[in-house]
């Protein structure tokens, strides 16, 4: 993804703090990004976002090779009631960081949602910065063309704001002949 003009993306401290709960957004974009440490989860979940259709991720360090980070990719209806099955969930205790993308709107739903896990999953797998904490493969949603489209979009914007927000594993490692 190579962007030509300038963007803004707008972060908001929820609670002044670095350290605290983290919005981020772009102006015309329809999407939200929540941002918690895993010791903050409990806040998160509380907000309205948490309740809406989207896409979460879960990082942290690998500690089979400490060298990368570890992502688990997921969907849901209503986030928050995924990701407190997450927070429970021993062989997920890896994860110190969560991010949750939402739509502000009600145009959002499940099979957006599970369109966008299946390609975040591949791009995660292209990239090989991070390690896949997902069992099994989200499979190819088919969705209207109009649709997809739309979707691609808003993947575009998704690829725009993690790593303002410090969650870097989709960024395509550099090309050492394009380097020197």
Known sequence: MTNSTGRTVRLFLVDGSPSGLMT???MNWTGHALIASRSRIGEALKREEASRTGVYFLLGDDP???????????EGDVVSDRIKAHVTDGSKDFW??????????????KAHARYLENRLV????????????NSNEPGKKALPESDIADMEFFLEQIQLVLPVVD?????PKPDRKSVV
Do not use: H, M, W
Not at 96 to 109: G, M, Q
Not at 122 to 133: D, G, K, P, S, V
Not at 167 to 171: A, I, S, W
């Open 24 to 26: 981020a957004e772009i």
């Open 64 to 74: 089979e090779q400490p060298t990368k980070k570890k992502v688990y990719i997921g």
């Open 96 to 109: 110190t960081r969560a991010c949750f993308i939402t739509s502000k709107d009600a145009n959002f739903i």
């Open 122 to 133: 591949q791009l995660t797998r292209i990239a090989n910065r991070a390690n896949l904490a």
């Open 167 to 171: 969650f870097d594993f989709l960024l």
